[in-house]
């Protein structure tokens, strides 16, 4: 028995295309994976470097995980905006959804950097943190999106928790330019492409980038399937609660 | 421009007047300044600590006192149920700066009583107290812009709690950082070369100071109205 639609909305190329988007996705991450791992051989088998050793394959999942969460912090910033301007509830599902998988992007992020450094910069100690100031940076993207749930949880009436935590929202993304730019430049840092470091592009092989390119693609692409699915089951579940009861 | 600079005076002479009246966020705020800095005086053990770790125990107890006693700015005005004939009297952008205004100037008064004890308490020499006025001054001005609109957000809230420094700490952290550099410039470089060697933390400091509060003049209006 299929239920009648009360409200019918215009579906975009998205929504019309949705399977075939989200198994395009799965395929290219397939292909990513199969080169980030294929060993032996000639194929891929990436420059061995001492210290690092394999531990570069790290690569096409660590530095697509910043790419992410940086995309999503973009989006769900626009979003928050947009929500102010409109008062839209949709701008607001959108801003947290993003939010979220920013959040799972940026801890991830902060898992394989930390495992990577503990192997790497770190080998021979015990140290798996330290404050680096690409790590602190991702450390305070998380605690403010934190603080962004709280402040929803703290917040009853709907309209009025989008209206504040999009303000929040998007106060905390005017101080970002600080945390990526001006912070950096204050401490010392072991990443590519700090003071005294060599830059990303210097040290990489062709043959890595190859790789690296579309593994930021195929991690940007994930990222952004979690967020549609999130705005999808959110938007039906608002349809739902605004269907109103009707005896069968 | 002649009414907004007068509707911004009537706010911050309103909370001047109030806070004369009982003394109560002024007088809260210097116990408990006093009290943490004797908790961390006694937890450092006065005389072997280094100058850096000073100036971040400094900075500690300067972020916990202003999250404590700026957080009620706009809380009182629901209390007493008066935000609404500010609403009809005042614009949002006369509000937020006399507020701001007031914050400062609260926050000033305390730091000012909370460095003086700090330097003796913990028996550190200042080589340049010029830059150490400086640092302190801009460092609250960046602190209570970034409270007062997070104030005026936990008034609407249902459920505030330590809601506040939650919010404020992370946002706070470029702020926070580049003090505590100037300050341990202060407290260490040389006379000749503190001012260039402390030039870009106080960059820093004026950067996030102007886009603080240039945002939340922008923003403050969606928070303050219904």
């Excluded at chain 2, 609260?106 to 009583?113: D, E, M, W, Y």
Aim: a positive charge; charged letters at 15%; aromatic letters at 10%.
């Amino acid at each position: 028995m299929t239920l009648p639609r009360e409200h019918p909305v215009a579906r975009s190329f998205i929504d019309t295309h949705y399977r075939q988007i989200r198994l395009l996705i799965v395929l290219w991450m397939t292909a990513v994976l199969l080169g980030a791992f294929s060993f032996g051989g000639h194929w891929l088998n990436i420059p061995r470097i001492s210290i690092l050793e394999h531990t570069a394959r790290n690569l096409y999942f660590h530095v697509p995980m910043w790419f992410t969460m940086m995309a999503l912090t973009v989006v769900s910033a626009w979003h928050s905006m947009r929500c102010l301007r409109s008062g839209d509830a949709v701008r607001d599902i959108r801003a947290r959804s993003a939010a979220q998988v920013a959040v799972v992007f940026g801890l991830l992020g902060l898992l394989t950097g930390s495992v990577w450094a503990h192997y790497t910069w770190y080998e021979g100690t015990s140290i798996w943190w330290n404050f680096d100031p690409k790590q602190t940076m991702a450390t305070v993207q998380v605690l403010i999106y934190g603080a962004y749930f709280a402040l929803r949880s703290a917040l009853d009436d709907s309209a009025k928790r989008a209206r504040i935590s999009a303000v929040y929202n998007v106060f905390a993304f005017a101080t970002v330019p600080f945390l990526l730019y001006v912070l950096p430049r204050q401490m010392e840092s072991l990443h590519p492409g700090a003071e005294g470091n060599p830059a990303f592009s210097e040290i990489t092989h062709p043959l890595m980038r190859l790789v690296f390119y579309p593994a930021v693609i195929g991690f940007i692409g994930v990222g952004w399937l979690l967020y549609h699915q999130r705005v999808r089951a959110r938007k039906l579940e608002q349809q739902l609660e605004n269907r109103q009861y009707t005896p069968l | 421009m002649k009414h907004w600079l007068r509707g911004t005076w009537a706010v911050l002479r309103k909370d001047l007047r109030l806070e004369l009246r009982s003394r109560y966020v002024l007088n809260a705020l210097l116990v408990f300044v006093l009290s943490a800095l004797l908790v961390v005086a006694l937890a450092a053990g006065a005389d072997s600590v280094d100058t850096r770790i000073q100036a971040g125990l400094l900075w500690i107890v300067i972020l916990f006192t202003a999250s404590l006693g700026l957080g009620r700015a706009f809380v009182v005005e629901e209390e007493c149920n008066t935000a609404l004939l500010l609403r009809l009297h005042t614009t949002g952008s006369m509000v937020y700066t006399g507020k701001l205004a007031y914050s400062f100037l609260s926050v000033l008064t305390v730091n000012g009583v909370l460095v003086m004890a700090f330097l003796v308490l913990l028996s550190v020499e200042v080589a340049h107290a010029g830059l150490l006025v400086v640092t302190l001054a801009l460092g609250t001005l960046g602190l209570s812009g970034a409270t007062t609109l997070l104030a005026a957000i936990i008034a609407r809230t249902a459920r505030s709690g330590p809601l506040l420094p939650m919010l404020l700490f992370p946002l706070l952290m470029p702020l926070l950082l580049a003090a505590v550099e100037a300050t341990h410039l202060s407290l260490t470089g040389s006379v000749a070369g503190a001012w260039n060697a402390a030039a870009s933390a106080l960059a820093a400091m004026t950067g996030f100071t102007g886009v603080v509060i240039s945002a939340s003049v922008l923003l403050f209006d969606h928070v303050w109205h219904d």
